[in-house]
């Protein structure tokens, strides 16, 4: 098949991009068309995504990609786990929330010990995180909202409704509410139920490649494109998309998608459900061709990104540039932190967090932002090392290689570090990760590439890529992690 044009809007936690690839056999160019923000609202009720705005930011970058070249179809994929509800005549029923809202604090508690987390995990196969849509729709249950719901749809099955029409569940990103039974690849009746919701709320499953529908007359109007402009399912989890574009060559790799979130962990042909697995608390969520993604989140550069913003906020430098310079410059392992500490999840004041953090362990805070920033990067990176290893043991596997991709890529020292606390050497790249494998499976259903190891091969051959090699041994980063019990 000839070259053709293939348009992802890629929506993440803070900012949503539409890009255009052109794909063909020894091809891939990515341009970014179109850029915008992603700014959460807090309302009274809530902590809220601004769903409109970011609709109508794909509106605008589509209106852009019109004009480049005549595009083939397009792929949404974004965060996971949100969505929204609809009414009996396809309405939204009010904003989405943000995963980051407090609310289901203390519902996620009661509904593991009400369906017991043992049970809970044979069931779904996933790690437990206090936002998993489970249970949001358990602290939704009985609102008015709630009782008029006659249809869930997450965030980019949401988005894709409003292009054409058409309902669904695309399967990567379904697999992290909860709501999936591992066993069967369906939904779970019994789980949907255990937590108030109508089982008939959730849409047909559909899979990576599908097709889904063409663009309505409004928003083809809006965007100058074609009314017969395909829309293609593609990994909508944008986690699942950045997998798809790992540029590996062996099968013994481990990889980090690495953005506001850290996913660390191994692409699998079956879920590992042991009591082992769910103690250490792994995922098993899906990829493109009924692979697993067994990985676990680690709370990746929002602890930067949110540090940023409180120095912003308080006219002190924020630049990452400056700040990561004064990183490399700082002491190493002047204090150590676990990332995944609970208390970093909610939007706020992340240097005075991670200061308490440091005085509850014994340790002295950072002292000037350099310091802070190093800590960040050290704990982050031996948070990667800790579950790669930990994911290879519980999988019975081996890892030779990790590829670090998403923008967490383009942090030299993150992944420099990276490769030092696990002592494995780090490939790095793409950056852009998520919308190469959102085009990628667009490109695939449309005939131009045959297969995942060929979607690899695509990206390896196009892609910059930067190699680091482990420095020193590991003692160092070792004893620094038993400091606070990161084992
Ligand atoms: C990464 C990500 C993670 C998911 C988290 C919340 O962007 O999609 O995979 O656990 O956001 O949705």
């Known amino acids: 098949a000839p070259p ?38 807090r309302l009274p009720q809530g902590l809220h995504w601004d769903i409109l705005a970011l609709y109508q930011g794909m509106l605008d970058g589509l209106r852009e990609a019109a004009r480049s070249a005549p595009i083939a179809s397009i792929g949404v994929d974004s965060w996971a786990v949100d969505y929204g509800l609809l009414d009996g005549e396809g309405r939204l029923l009010g904003n989405p929330y943000h995963y980051r809202d407090e609310r289901t604090d203390t519902v996620a508690d009661r509904v593991r010990e ?21 249970y949001q729709l358990a602290a939704e ?53 255990a937590v108030g919701l109508y089982p008939a709320l959730l849409p047909p499953l559909r899979r990576p490649g599908d097709d889904c529908g063409t663009l309505l007359a409004g928003p083809a109007a809006a965007t100058g494109l074609p009314q017969g402009t395909a829309v293609t399912a593609v990994a909508s989890h944008d986690t699942a ?15 980090v998608s690495c953005g506001t979130w850290s996913l660390a962990g191994l692409e699998l042909e079956a879920p590992v459900l042991s009591e082992a697995s769910r103690t ?3 995922t098993n ?34 630049r990452l540039e400056p700040l990561l310079a004064r990183a490399a410059a ?50 982050l990176a031996l948070a990667h090392a800790r579950t790669l290893h930990q994911a290879a043991a519980l999988a019975g596997r081996e890892i030779q290689v990790v590829h670090l991709v998403g923008g967490g890529s383009r942090n030299d020292l ?33 005939g131009l590439v045959h297969d995942r190891a060929g979607m690899r091969r695509l990206v390896a051959d196009t892609q910059p890529l930067r190699h680091y090699t482990p420095r020193g041994n590991r003692s160092s980063w070792t004893a620094a992690a038993a400091r606070v019990g990161l084992v």
């Open 114 to 134: 009400q369906i017991g987390a043992a049970e809970l995990y044979r069931a779904n196969g996933l790690q437990h995180l206090p936002f998993n849509t489970l």
């Open 414 to 446: 993150l992944c420099q570090f990276t490769a030092d606390a696990a002592g494995l050497p780090v490939v790095a790249g793409p950056s852009e990760a998520t919308a190469l494998g959102n085009v990628l499976v667009q490109a695939r259903a449309h």
């Open 280 to 282: 250490a608390n792994f």
């Open 330 to 379: 700082a002491e190493p392992f002047a204090a150590v932190i676990d990332p995944d500490t609970p208390e970093f999840l909610a939007p706020g004041d992340m240097p005075a967090r991670i200061a308490g953090y440091c005085e509850r362990t014994g340790q002295r805070p950072p002292a000037d932002q350099g310091s802070l920033v190093r800590t960040i990067l050290e704990g």
């Open 4 to 41: 053709a044009v293939f348009a992802a809007a890629d929506l993440g936690a803070t900012s949503g991009r539409v890009v255009l690839a052109r794909v063909g056999p020894d091809r891939l160019d990515l341009t970014e068309v179109h850029r915008f923000a992603n700014t959460p609202v």
């Open 285 to 318: 969520e899906l990829g493109i061709d009924g692979t697993v993604r067994y990985l676990r989140n680690i709370m990746g550069l929002w602890l930067l990104s949110e540090s940023q913003r409180s120095w912003q906020a308080r006219g002190e430098p924020h």
């Open 141 to 193: 249950a009985g609102t008015p909202q709630a009782l008029a719901a006659r249809q869930l749809l997450l965030i980019p099955d949401l988005l894709t409704y409003w292009l054409t029409g058409r309902t669904g569940a695309e399967a990567t990103n379904a697999s992290t509410t909860g709501l999936l039974d591992t066993r069967t690849g369906a939904w779970s009746p019994a789980l949907a139920g």
């Open 241 to 255: 998309s950045a997998v798809v574009a790992v540029p590996a060559d062996r099968p013994d790799f481990g990889y």
